[in-house]
């Protein structure tokens, strides 16, 4: 069983930056790939940002590509998204997942998941 904690969501005006932050217990962290989605209201949850287990891999949304960064720190047990050059159409709650394996999922999908964090609101004004 693992347990993700999210944090770093809050408030920012357009243009602005924010972190967030997800920390892993419950098992070794080194073992799951990482994956960041959001969700607006009304919308579906989509992909954002999604790293390989020892980091070496990143795959992001067309939408954030440029603009955010995620990374993972395996001795802290915990995976971020550096989000930089917000848009209102940001918006939306941020949910961190983890793919606990063995075998690899489609990066992208939901579905490839086996945890999930309790998710972060992002607001973007503009």
């Known amino acids: 069983q693992v347990q993700l904690v999210e944090s770093g969501g809050g408030l920012v005006q357009a243009g602005g930056s924010l972190s967030l932050s997800c920390a892993a217990s419950?098992?070794?962290?080194?073992?799951?790939?990482m994956a960041w989605f959001r969700q607006a209201p009304g919308k579906e949850r989509e992909f954002v940002a999604s790293?390989?287990?020892?980091?070496?891999?990143?795959n992001y949304a067309d939408s954030v590509k440029g603009r955010f960064t995620i990374s993972r720190d395996n001795a802290k047990n915990t995976v971020y998204l550096q989000m930089n050059a917000l848009k209102p159409e940001d918006t939306a709650v941020y949910y961190c997942?983890?793919?606990?394996?063995?075998?690899?999922?489609?990066?992208?999908?939901?579905?490839?998941?086996?945890?999930w964090g309790q998710g972060t609101q992002v607001t973007v004004s503009s």
């Open positions: 790293i390989s287990r020892s980091g070496g891999t990143t």
């Open positions: 419950g098992r070794t962290f080194s073992n799951f790939a």
């Open positions: 997942a983890a793919d606990a394996g063995p075998n690899s999922g489609t990066f992208y999908y939901t579905l490839s998941y086996d945890y």
